[in-house]
Structures are given as C-alpha cells and as structure tokens.
C-alpha cells in the first residue's frame, strides 16, 4: 500500500489541530489528534476482568449523540436538558480524572428532528483548542466558548441565516451533524446553506464571515485538512460530493460525486493515506478510493458491495480498513478487514452490529452500538478478538474519547470513563 502512496510523489499530511500545540494524551476533536481514529500515543490494558477495565467514574447528562473531546485536565461534554423548565444545549467541562463539573453554560434549544424527534439532542463531537471550545448544535448554531471561563464567547445562529425556505428553517433528517473543522485562523463547517453558503468560513476570534462557497449540501460527516503537491486542502463529503476547498479562499481544488437522493445520509469521515483519499457511505454508495495529484482528483476504484458504512468511520493499518459495513435500520451489519489498494474484502465477522473503532498502537478497541467493548488485534489474517464486556444495556451511537489511558464513551443517558491503560491497572 505505501508503494501506491509514494509513486506519484506528493506528500499529505493529515491535519492536527491547528492554531497551538496538541499535548500527547489529547482528543480535542472528532476522531482524536488528527481526526482518523487513531489514538497517539496511547496503549491498551490487557487482562481485563470479567465487569471490564476499572469504571473511573460516571455523569449523567442529558440527551444527544454527541461525543467528548479532552484537552489537558478539561474534557468538554455536549448534551440537551431540560432541567429547571428551560431547554438548552449544554456545554459542560468536567475533570477527567474525576468527572467533577467545572463549567457549564448553556445555548437556547430549538429544534426537532424530523425524524425521531424524541431524539433532539446535539450530534456534534465540540473542537478544543488551547483555550477555545466550539460547538455545533442541532439547530445550527455554531458558539465559542472561552474555557477558562465557561464564558460564550460569540454565537452563530448558521442554519437561521442560511436554511430558512418560507419562513421555517429545515434542519434536515437529524438536525445539524458535521463536526466544524479549525484550519488556521479559519473555522470552516458544512451548513448547507444558500446563496452560496454550503461552506462557511469563519474568523474563531469573532465568529464573523471570512468567505463562503458553493452550493453544497450538508452531510453528517465531518471533514479532514492535508496538503498535497505543497497545497493546502480541507476536504468534505457533502450531501452528495466529495469536495475539496482552499482554506484561504473557499476555492474549489476537486469535486467529484458521492451519494445518492432519497432519504439518505453520508456521516463517515474521509480518510487521507499518502496520496490517496478514501469515502464511504451506505445506502447503495459503497466506497471509493481516490488518487489525489496536483492536478486534482482521479478515481482508483469504486465500489458498492465491500464497504458501505452508514455513520462510523474505519480505521487504518498496515494498508487495511477496520470498521463495519451495513446499517443498524435494516438488516444487520458486519465487521471487515478491507484491503485499501484494492477494496477486496480480505475477512468478514458476520452479523456483528454497527460499532465505532478505534486504533491502540496495532490493536482495535471497539465499541458496538449495543454497548460491547471489545479488545481486538489489527490483524487482516481474521477476526481475534482478546478482551470484552458489556458497558450497559443502552446504545452507544455516540463516539468515544481517549487520552491518557481514560476512555469516554456515552450511552442515551450517561457518560462512562474507564480506566484502560496500563496506568489505570489496580
């Protein structure tokens, strides 16, 4: 696999935050340090008992699917609450040795799903920076928040601005779902809005327009920064493309398409290997694996049977994808082995469920949407599973956070932190 990324030439750097230093032991986003999954610098416990690794602790909270993001000694949670007779959107910094409550503040709530509308709590997994959190709610609204402090910086209210049609503003299936990405000193993120608002730009200081572009509609998969040919890309999977953006000025570098109409949704994150770029969604997209040149974007294969994962994103090693294929709403999913050059299915655990993956140094930790968290090798010679247990009987569709031997995970009603590094043994 790394023979196809170096035969053209072109070095691609996956992006870590930007705007200050990443310290080892940091989630501060979606997906973790570089937003694909991997967990830097961490290392896996092994010899769990039978209940699983140490429970640190446990908070609960209110409704959502959105993950945790950790920086230094404040992990930022995300949840809806109507406690007190007032609904919001919280934002809520916690220790995460202990769990305790530090901060929280909380954004007006003021949206249902058109889909599921019990399920109305934010998605969106915050972004932290030295001293910075932004989060993207449901409805749309997009806030800075000064964590020193608890204090709202600013406050865009995206989709009002942008998607309102006849006087309604449209939410889409599920609310607002695609996690805003921090490239310099700009803050981009997938609103889909119009005129000419499928991207915004914003300044992070103010939260004021630095540009906005194309008529793109919005995904729930959030997107990823590289370079390549010494170029600087930020790159979305929308409603129905792939699209890459200069940061600098919103200009288009590639589009190409991917999706499909009806009532579907692209949620996984792409993934940037050397020069070559791969997408996934379900509902009859299936994957595909792009070569990223100078002069664009050229298609290596596509595939609708192989992998078509519905909301997880897979990981990679050693030239193979780990993840699920399938969807939770009909039939079952499974878990693959996917070979990157080739897109060939090399092993298949049927039936599995969907689940998040995550990768520890060569091993897989992988939470299933029915609460199994499951210790596993990297191994594209089969499924060998070496440690699990059941965290709870409610679902976990949100995505986990680990740094510093602590994993984040969170149910419909709670959020677990497990002790499962080395340094958490008793």
Request: contains cysteine; charged residues 20%; neutral net charge.
């Amino acid at each position: 696999m790394q023979s196809l990324g170096t035969r053209v030439g072109w070095t691609v750097a996956i992006l870590l935050l930007t705007g200050a230093a990443v310290e080892a032991g940091d989630w501060p986003q979606i997906l973790g340090p570089s937003r694909n999954g991997i967990a830097e610098g961490e290392t896996l416990g092994t010899d769990w008992p039978p209940e699983g690794p140490p429970l640190l602790w446990t908070r609960k909270v209110g409704r959502g699917y959105a993950g945790a993001a950790i920086r230094g000694d404040l992990a930022v949670l995300f949840y809806r609450s109507s406690e007190g007779g007032r609904d919001e959107e919280v934002i809520e910094a916690v220790r995460p040795q202990s769990g305790e409550s530090v901060w929280k503040v909380g954004l007006d709530a003021h949206f249902t799903p058109s889909i599921f509308p019990a399920e109305d709590g934010p998605l969106c997994v915050p972004l932290l920076t030295e001293n910075r959190a932004f989060v993207f709610g449901g409805g749309g609204d997009l806030a800075a928040i000064d964590t020193m402090r608890g204090k709202i910086l600013w406050k865009r209210d995206l989709y009002r601005e942008y998607r309102t049609r006849g006087g309604s503003i449209d939410f889409g299936y599920f609310g607002a779902g695609t996690s805003p990405i921090l490239e310099g000193n700009r803050l981009l993120v997938n609103v889909g809005g119009r005129p000419a608002a499928g991207i915004v730009a914003l300044d992070p200081d103010t939260g004021k327009n630095l540009w906005t572009s194309t008529e793109e509609g919005a995904s729930y998969s959030s997107p990823i920064a590289c370079t390549v040919a010494g170029e600087r890309h930020v790159i979305f999977i929308t409603r129905y493309h792939t699209v890459s953006l200069d940061p600098e000025d919103g200009r288009v570098r590639f589009r190409f398409p991917f999706g499909r109409r009806g009532p579907t949704v692209n949620a996984a994150s792409p993934l940037v290997s050397g020069n070559l770029l791969f997408t996934t969604a379900s509902y009859g997209v299936g994957s595909r694996l792009t070569r990223l040149t100078a002069a664009g974007a050229e298609e290596v294969w596509a595939s609708d049977r192989g992998f078509a994962s519905q909301y997880n994103t897979p990981v990679l090693y050693q030239g193979y994808l780990y993840g699920t294929d399938g969807r939770a709403d009909v039939g079952t999913a499974s878990l693959r082995c996917v070979e990157l050059a080739s897109g060939k299915t090399i092993w298949e655990e049927p039936n599995f469920g969907v689940a998040s993956v995550t990768l520890v140094g060569d091993g897989l930790l992988i939470l299933r949407a029915d609460g199994k968290l499951i210790r596993a090798a990297a191994s594209s010679s089969g499924f060998r599973p070496e440690e699990s247990f059941r965290v709870s009987r409610g679902t976990f569709r949100a995505l986990p956070a680990l740094a510093d031997g602590r994993l984040l995970i969170r149910d419909g009603e709670q959020f677990y932190c497990f002790g499962i590094g080395p340094q958490h043994r008793h």
